[in-house]
């Protein structure tokens, strides 16, 4: 099959760390023919979408180490039709330009897109969990999405409890998070402002959540493939910090999923293959759900090390399922 990773640039992989790096070289030691694109890279040419890809060369042996592949890896350079392919996996660095999923609209019909255009689109931030159905309350923490300061500073007035959570609406990697307390309210109301207003010409909405208890100790990291957990780690945060994500210093340690856990999976599983979520990394704490992430989410070689797998071959087993019965289903049309 022939797959398309639209991806922040390859000189920027870090081959020991990076997953996507991990998906397509076993995607390439399967024999399949795996090119690389850029967003900025995305054209329409008489209504055709195309993108410059790097297409990379067939390797007579494809080596086994990681980095070792990385550096053996030669392109093809050319534009191509990204309706040709198979498989279009998404594999940018948030924040997402939604213009990219504009170019996408025209070949969605036709090629399987990882994740779907329409559920990049509506879960491509915080609303999307915010948003969560949960009418007994058991699976998100009390959530509150709004820029009216007033409103705000009432939810904290009247929270029960002294800790809450704020962050901003379009986050990634811990940015933005903090905890507000109201015996420091005095500060409240000039953080609000600022989270609000501090962007000149353009308010901003921010998240106000229940401080989940259990924090301290971390959060748990759950990879979703089609709407099934395939593997999981907890990261643990600095002291000092209350954000465990890696990118500002948290550590990860081997998790087990508990039956809690379990149950929101299957809950949000559900919701995700309906959105067209098929790869997703769900933060959990607690046994609450506190973001989905759907775009390039990160962990397997974390995941991969501390259990001794390989999540890889996974999604490539999936994706050949899937490229299979796609073409099944042609040739009966
Ligand atoms: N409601 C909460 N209670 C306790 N800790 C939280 C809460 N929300 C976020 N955190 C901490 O901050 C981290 C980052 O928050 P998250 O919502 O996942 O945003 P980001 O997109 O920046 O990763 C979480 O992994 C967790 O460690
Ligand atoms: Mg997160």
């Not at 022939?2 to 399967?30: A, G, N, T």
């Not at 940015?175 to 307390?181: D, K, P």
């Not at 929101?264 to 704490?285: N, P, Q, S, T």
Request: proline share 4%; hydrophobic share 35%.
């Amino acid at each position: 099959m022939k797959i398309c990773f639209i991806m922040y640039p390859w000189h920027r992989i870090d081959p020991k760390q990076d997953s996507s790096i991990r998906i397509i070289h076993e995607l390439v030691s399967r024999g399949h023919e795996v090119a690389i694109t850029h967003p900025s890279n995305l054209t329409i040419r008489d209504s055709v979408t195309l993108s410059l890809c790097k297409t990379i060369k067939p390797q007579s042996k494809v080596s086994g180490n990681i980095p070792s592949f990385y550096k053996s890896v030669e392109f093809d350079e050319r534009m191509r039709p990204l309706q040709e392919f198979d498989v279009i996996f998404m594999r940018d660095n948030p924040p997402l330009d939604a213009l990219v999923l504009n170019f996408l609209d025209s070949i969605k019909d036709d090629v399987f897109i990882l994740n779907a255009v329409d559920g990049l689109r509506e879960a491509n931030n915080k609303i999307y969990t915010a948003a969560y159905y949960d009418p007994e309350r058991e699976l998100i923490p009390a959530t509150h999405v709004s820029k009216n300061i007033d409103y705000l500073l009432r939810i904290i007035e009247e929270s029960e409890n002294d800790k809450m959570i704020m962050k901003p609406l379009d986050g990634y990697g811990g940015s933005g998070v903090i905890v507000i307390e109201k015996s420091a309210m005095h500060n409240i109301k000039s953080l609000l402002d600022f989270y609000i207003n501090g962007n000149k010409g353009k308010s901003n909405y921010v998240i106000l959540q229940e401080y989940v208890e259990g924090a301290e100790d971390g959060d748990v990291r759950v990879l979703m493939l089609h709407g099934e957990p395939i593997g999981a780690l907890r990261r643990r945060p600095l002291k000092g910090d209350v954000r465990s994500n890696i990118s500002v210093g948290g550590s990860v340690e081997k998790y087990t999923l508990t039956k809690q856990d379990k149950i929101l999976c299957k809950k949000v599983g559900e919701k995700l293959v309906r959105d067209g979520l098929y790869y997703a990394g769900l933060d959990i704490i607690n046994g609450k759900l506190i973001e989905v992430n759907v775009l390039s989410p990160g962990t397997i070689k974390d995941i991969n090390k501390l259990n001794n797998v390989k999540l890889q071959r996974k999604i490539a087993d999936y994706l050949e399922k899937v490229v299979a019965k796609i073409h099944l289903e042609k040739a009966s049309k």
